[in-house]
């Protein structure tokens, strides 16, 4: 087998790849350090979290999203004090009512949706929006 980028060639065709002027490409393969998987496994993802968050930790996070006196600021607030936390639909919720203005609300709800650890529950964030249109674009960020 030889490796022209992520083309390989092969004398035979297998039932991953196709053939097109005598190389095969293979279609559903992984090339990690001079292995080539061919079919990987598909294994499903873990969120891991430096700290979950509790719900006195929210509230010490509220507090110092609303000191902030300006919507920038309190958006870089945010992103500073939620880093590496995990959160629950319910704490989402929390800390949205730390925002000044709608479309602040509907970005923390975007943002926090990876670091949320019960995603299924997200209905709650969508119906804490004030405005249609926000949970519409919210329910199409996350995919429902």
């Known amino acids: 087998m030889k ?16 053939v097109v002027g005598g190389l095969v490409f293979i279609t559903s393969c992984e090339f990690i350090e ?20 509790t719900n006195d930790d929210v509230t010490t996070m509220k507090d ?3 000191s902030q006196a300006f919507k920038d600021e309190r958006m870089d607030r945010t992103k500073m004090v ?3 936390y995990c959160f629950t639909a319910a704490q989402v919720v929390d800390l949205m009512s730390a925002m000044g203005f709608e ?12 670091q949320t650890t019960d995603q ?5 964030v969508i119906d804490a929006l004030a405005f249609k ?3 519409d674009e919210l329910k199409a960020f996350i995919g429902q």
Request: proline share 6%; glycine share 4%; aromatic share 8%.
């Open 103 to 114: 479309d602040e609300k509907l970005t923390i709800a975007k943002d926090l949706y990876d």
């Open 64 to 66: 110092k999203i609303k």
């Open 3 to 18: 490796r022209k980028g992520n083309i390989f060639s092969l004398p035979l065709l297998t039932r991953w790849g196709f």
């Open 133 to 135: 249109s926000d949970r």
């Open 82 to 84: 939620t880093k590496g």
């Open 120 to 124: 299924q529950n997200y209905d709650v």
């Open 34 to 53: 001079d292995v080539l998987i061919v079919d990987p496994p598909n294994v499903p993802e873990i969120r891991i979290c430096d700290h979950v968050a």
